[in-house]
């Protein structure tokens, strides 16, 4: 894993300097942080991951809870159905559909891409998150680095913006139009 790691932060090195034409005598200083650490280590976002971990469990309880009592209405509906007019039949049936879909709406709010938990991960995260970007930045300037990178992800975790190169390829880019 370590190995494809270094190789990969190589590579990558590898093509910046041949994409930006210099030697390796001109390359400032590069990095890396390990990010799965500082969410294991940063005491701020421990507590958040408990916090979170905790509001996750007891959502999942109440849709379990749900799902039980619909269970078991289904179970004594299947029991008693033969016996039942047609009228309390479909009264049953009607109700059931109603149970069905509110279990179906709040696991929909709560669980979907974009729902609840989605959203309150990300309320707890991101003042941390930038707090770390904040921190990262610092270190990365007063200590000279030009890139760091994520070792967990491979990602870019900070670049100096003196070596993006994204103006440079939308210029060539419209010369070709």
Partial sequence: MLKKIAFTLFSLLLIYMFNSGISFSQVGRIGYIDSMRLRTEYKEFTEAQVKFDKEVVEWEAQADSMKKEIDSLQTEFDKIKLILSEEKKKE???????????????????????????????????????????????????????????????NIAYAKKTIDLTDKVLEELEKLE
């Fill in 92 to 154: 049953k049936e009607n109700f059931l559909d109603e149970k069905n879909l509110a279990y179906n709406k709040f696991t929909e709010e709560i669980f979907a891409p974009g729902g609840k938990i989605e959203k309150r991960n990300a309320e707890l995260t991101k003042p941390i998150l930038d707090k770390i970007n904040q921190v990262l930045e610092k270190v990365a300037l007063e200590n000279n680095f030009d890139i760091i990178f994520d070792s967990v992800n491979g």
